[in-house]
């Protein structure tokens, strides 16, 4: 056992000396969850473009503004194409344009259009034309209310509107509210407490893909053979190498746990479920990592073909958007991938309230994953070490 | 010259000889982009099913059902009837419906009342835009009532008696609110994920080869091939020129790949042939560039693969390959436009959302300038060390 640690002291000092390694291992899993959290955190409501032009001498355009900030944040633009470009880019989902003679048209009693540009999917474009309807009609109730009150009480819908508008902040109106029925989400939560738990099980499984370069490099340099010119078994050295990744799988994920809590306020759910599926995840870690030192002939395939093969897995697993929004081929095609079974875990710790028991089934896979790998490993570096 | 030709050609024979270089080259990209395109297939359209349980089964809420299966909302929304609420909450969870809208007893008494009574939409988290549709469109409906409703109180409010409350109330009836949206076409064509991401994925993965090709440069320094070829009448410059014009091509004929494969299989849209095939070759100038100061800049094998992986990354995750850039806080997309694989999904975004052929000359001009100013940038650190 002696042996194994100092096998496993010697590939760690290794790893840590690496530069590259600390860049891949510290900066780059904290830098994707920053700019990751940062994409898919939801401001709330949608990205709007307004073209509204000067509304200081117009204040029925002002206030259709005004409404429409309840849609989503605002962007006031003053040229149309600017605006369409945007539209165009995917930077907003729709562009209002307030039309220039909307104050006279409205205090004359005319019916004024709204002309709007919804764009993005489908799905968006439906959500947004609704929601900006919403707003304008609200904007159109006290206008309505104004004129009504103007033509039967023989004044003008402009001296109408004060009180209109104070009385629609008064009257009881018929509202709608809405309310959530499904207790749990399929979904994690987003912004970094959704970067934070995919990006762990992304970084730490790719970094022990990639690490398994090191495994290679020290066959090819016949390290190992030298080692057992000592009375040293080849069990010892797998062993060795096993615990070296096992350390450093997990150190990293107590990095990411800890960026993600103190950093960003990233909260980890059930500290018990957390730590037993972080330990298992890193588990799973650990034979990717040893499958990849045992398979791969060259440190380069390793360390080129390991990422591709990292990030195609996070992708196929639901590290990289969530697997309730992809048909359902892809998903079961996704969970032949043990990422899918850890970001499953996640949401239920994270989303559902979920503890050990929860997640008992996806440990259970998870652990085979990792035995699976772990085994062939040690058979296949066990061959390459005696023959 | 023709030295270089032969250098390049030998490289090239030598990657295309390699299989991680076929793999990260042209397998990976291609797989890539196709998960992609497979996942989203279900994301880009739309509709919603919502459940209605009337309790009320007065005028005013069969009318609201009416407009709720109205043949303008078919195309949007399909209605499910619920004999209750149980019902509603079960067809929810069972994923027959999406949303649950709730008409209460007596609402269309009370729509007409001094205290109306509102309506519920039962949600379910997951499913945010089908409560927001379902709630939009009841919204809708129930808007013309309160500008009914308003339109009562303000003339009242104004000085007519309150005997006359019969009358308002039947002449509000026939009002329409003044202000409606109009959606106007937005001339442009929807960007797919298949069209953004396959273009990402093939920069990403050409990306790579600014760390196989230093590398090789330095491998070649190590095992003495450089000191031989500098035994022939050539200078190191030749050597450089011949690499980098191996890189350039593995850039161009592992875009083009993508591009071909992609347009044919997934439907992705790389925009006309002239502009998509500049920012092509602009981006893969830039590749070269990007090489040679990795060159410049490392002493040995170890770093220089330390450095390229390094820049490959930090620009990968700036330049928005992993995420949707348009969705990001204009802060990230400003950042984006510091990294030459920014502008070149820009130009390939412009491109494939229908803007015109001549959109592709300031990212193709911008590409070409960045790849001048990083050449420079090269030759100055190459001669600073060299003296």
């Not at chain 1, 600390?22 to 473009?49: E, S, Y």
């Not at chain 1, 450093?248 to 957390?274: C, K, N």
């Not at chain 1, 330990?279 to 060259?298: C, E, R, Y």
């Amino acid at each position: 056992m002696r042996t194994a640690f100092a096998v496993a002291g010697a590939s760690l000092r290794r790893i840590v000396r690496d530069r590259t390694a600390v860049f891949f291992i510290v900066v780059l899993p904290v830098v994707i969850m920053v700019v990751i959290g940062a994409v898919v955190q939801n401001p709330g409501g949608f990205r709007i473009g307004v073209l509204a032009g000067s509304t200081s001498s117009r204040p029925l355009a002002a206030s259709l503004v005004e409404e429409l900030a309840a849609v989503g944040p605002l962007h006031t633009m003053t040229a149309e194409s600017d605006a369409r470009t945007a539209l165009r880019r995917g930077e907003l989902d729709a562009v209002v344009l307030v039309p220039a003679g909307l104050d006279t048209a409205l205090l004359a009693g005319d019916p004024v259009g709204i002309p709007v540009l919804a764009g993005g999917a489908e799905s968006t474009q439906a959500a947004v034309r609704s929601a900006i309807a919403a707003a304008v009609a609200r904007h159109a109730e006290r206008i309505q209310a104004a004129a009504f009150a103007a033509r039967t009480t023989g004044s003008t819908t402009a001296q109408q509107l004060p009180t209109a508008t104070a009385l629609q902040r008064a009257t009881p109106r018929i509202g709608i509210s809405t309310e959530n029925v499904v207790t749990g989400s399929d979904y994690l939560p987003l912004g970094y407490s959704y970067s934070a738990p995919t990006m762990l099980v992304l970084f730490v499984f790719i970094n022990a893909l990639a690490g398994g370069a090191a495994i290679v490099q020290t066959r090819q340099l016949g390290i190992y053979q030298r080692a057992q010119a000592a009375p040293i078994r080849v069990r010892s050295v797998v062993l060795g190498e096993t615990l070296c990744y096992l350390i450093f799988s997990l150190l990293q994920s107590v990095l990411i746990v800890a960026v993600g809590a103190v950093l960003f306020g990233v909260s980890w759910g059930d500290p018990l479920a957390a730590v037993v599926l972080i330990g298992t995840w890193a588990v799973v870690g650990t034979g990717a990592g040893m499958l990849s030192g045992a398979v791969f002939k060259t440190p380069d395939q390793a360390s080129a073909i390991g990422p591709v093969i990292g990030i195609a897995f996070a992708m196929l697993g639901g590290c990289m958007w969530p697997l309730a929004i992809v048909p359902d081929a892809v998903r079961t095609l996704g969970h032949i991938t043990p990422h899918a079974w850890a970001v499953d875990a996640w949401i239920t710790v994270l989303s559902r309230d979920g503890g050990v028991a929860d997640i008992a089934g996806n440990l259970a896979v998870l652990a085979a994953f990792a035995l699976g790998m772990l085994t062939l490993a040690s058979a296949v570096l066990q061959r390459r070490l005696t023959s | 010259m023709y030295a270089a030709l032969v250098i390049a050609a030998k490289d090239l024979r030598q990657r295309f000889r390699d299989r991680s270089a076929l793999i990260l080259g042209f397998v990976a990209p291609i797989a890539v982009a196709a998960l992609m395109s497979f996942a989203f297939s279900g994301v880009e359209s739309f509709h919603a099913d919502v459940a209605v349980i009337d309790n009320d089964r007065g005028r005013i809420a069969t009318a609201l059902r009416t407009a709720l299966t109205g043949p303008e909302l078919s195309g949007v929304l399909t209605v499910r009837e619920a004999d209750d609420e149980a019902q509603a909450r079960r067809m929810i969870d069972d994923g027959a419906a999406g949303a649950a809208l709730v008409i209460p007893a007596g609402f269309s008494a009370a729509a007409v009342g001094d205290e109306p009574i509102g309506l519920r939409v039962l949600a379910d988290p997951d499913e945010p835009l089908q409560a927001e549709v379902a709630r939009a469109v009841a919204d809708a409906y129930v808007t013309q009532l309160n500008a009914g409703r308003l339109s009562v109180h303000t003339a009242l409010a104004a000085g007519v008696p309150r005997s006359r409350g019969d009358e308002l109330a039947a002449a509000v009836a026939g009002l329409r609110l003044p202000e409606s949206l109009e959606s106007r076409p937005t001339g442009h064509r929807q960007l797919t994920t298949a069209s953004y991401y396959a273009p990402a994925m093939g920069i990403m993965f050409v990306l790579f080869a600014i760390g196989f090709t230093a590398r090789s440069y330095f491998i070649e320094g190590r095992s003495g091939t450089l000191e031989r070829i500098g035994a022939a009448p050539l200078r190191r410059g030749t050597v450089l020129l011949g690499k980098s014009l191996a890189v350039f091509v593995y850039s161009v004929v592992s875009l083009g790949t993508l591009a071909v494969v992609s347009s044919v299989a997934f439907d992705a849209r790389w925009g006309p042939l002239l502009p998509a095939a500049a920012l092509i070759v602009a981006m893969s100038t830039v590749l070269v560039a990007l090489t040679t100061l990795v060159v410049a800049v490392a002493r040995t094998e170890r770093q220089a693969d330390g450095f390229a992986t390094i820049i490959t990354f930090v620009l990968l995750l700036l330049g928005g390959n992993f995420v949707l850039i348009s969705q990001a806080p204009e802060a990230l997309r400003r950042l984006a436009l510091l990294t030459p694989n920014g502008w070149a999904l820009r130009g390939f975004t412009d491109l494939a959302t229908g803007a015109a052929a001549t959109s592709a000359i300031t990212p193709v001009l911008i590409l070409l300038g960045m790849a001048a100013a990083i050449g420079a940038l090269s030759a100055l650190v190459t001669c600073w060390r060299s003296t």
